[in-house]
């Protein structure tokens, strides 16, 4: 039996973590997290999972915030409404949703966000301490959202401490998922593959994954046959497939019904990873906001517990 793993379930317990630790901290120190997110352009699905991660910041306790620019703003423009929003002490973490346009180089705004607000772990101060840990990474490091969320799934199957040992392989070296996904598995004592657009011999290299996560946006790239009876898949992926009805429908990067049966367990898509990568958001913007009240002798208690 394969074990469908409940994305939306286990985002739905540590939103509702995340929403009593909020209250608690407006109670104590009446500071409420802000979250600023910022979009450029009218792309349909960057607009969608911006305004799901404004909704879901209201529903913890936390205030997000979505301003909107024109898709021919200039990089100058862009940096300098940054530099205010890093000087603004009522802001927590900053979230520049990519991808951006042309004109707008996408490693200057990476690098413009104050690494103590970068909620995403993108800036390359908190993406080197990610890629340099010894260990798990400490509460107070803003770690990449989507890499965490997968994470907590493979933890939530396998148990803390779960993954030591166990052959990983990462499909896709993305600064968004790939690198920081392997720079955490490894962080969690897993020995860790990276394959990519280049590698060759995929399917074997996958054959011999117990755990996989798979992040390349290819849909249904890796096949049933290619799957170790008794793997743990990730699946990042989310493309969308049109049928010639004119309907469409998501899926991901592994051929889930092959998978069905094989493996050990599997995220859906959707309901798998993508849930989990807007709580881990909302988790960020409260590490961000706490170490600010902290750095500043405020409402320093942090609450005890696990910081995967
Ligand atoms: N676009 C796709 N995924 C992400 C993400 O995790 N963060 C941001 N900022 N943009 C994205």
Redesign the pocket.
């Given at each position: 039996m394969t074990r469908v793993i409940d994305g939306r379930a286990i985002a739905a317990t540590l939103r509702a973590r995340i929403a009593a630790e909020v209250a608690d901290l407006v109670a104590e120190t009446g500071v409420r997290p802000r979250l600023h997110v910022l979009l450029v352009g009218e792309d349909p699905a960057?607009l969608a999972?911006v305004r799901t991660k404004e909704k879901m910041a209201r529903e913890v306790g936390i205030d997000g915030r979505l301003e909107r620019f024109p898709g021919t703003i200039g990089e100058a423009r862009l940096v300098a409404r940054i530099a205010e929003l890093n000087a603004d002490p009522a802001v927590h973490g900053i979230?520049?949703?990519?991808?951006l346009p042309p004109q707008v180089r996408t490693s200057a705004v990476l690098e413009a966000i104050a690494p103590g607000k970068d909620v995403?772990g993108?800036h390359p101060l908190n993406a080197g301490r990610l890629a340099t840990l010894s260990g798990p990474p400490p509460e107070d490091l803003l770690v990449?959202?989507?890499p965490r969320g997968c994470l907590l799934l493979l933890e939530e199957v396998l148990g803390r401490g779960g993954l030591c040992g166990k052959r990983a392989l990462v499909l896709g070296r993305s600064t968004?998922v790939g690198r920081p996904m392997a720079a955490l598995l490894l962080a969690h004592d897993a020995t860790v593959t990276i394959a990519h657009s280049k590698s060759r011999e995929l399917a074997e290299e996958c054959r011999r994954a117990e755990i996989l996560v798979a992040a390349v946006g290819r849909p249904g790239l890796v096949r049933g046959a290619w799957l170790s009876a008794g793997a743990v898949v990730v699946d990042v992926g989310i493309n969308r497939i049109r049928a010639a009805d004119g309907t469409s429908r998501l899926v991901g990067d592994v051929a889930f019904a092959e998978a069905l049966g094989r493996v050990a367990a599997i995220t859906p898509v959707p309901g798998g990873v993508g849930p989990m990568?807007v709580a881990c958001l909302l988790d960020n913007t409260l590490r961000a906001c706490r170490a600010r009240l902290a750095a500043e002798g405020r409402g320093s208690r942090w609450p005890r517990r696990s910081s995967s």
């Open positions: 960057s999972y979230l520049v949703q990519l991808p995403d993108f990449p959202c989507t968004i990568t």
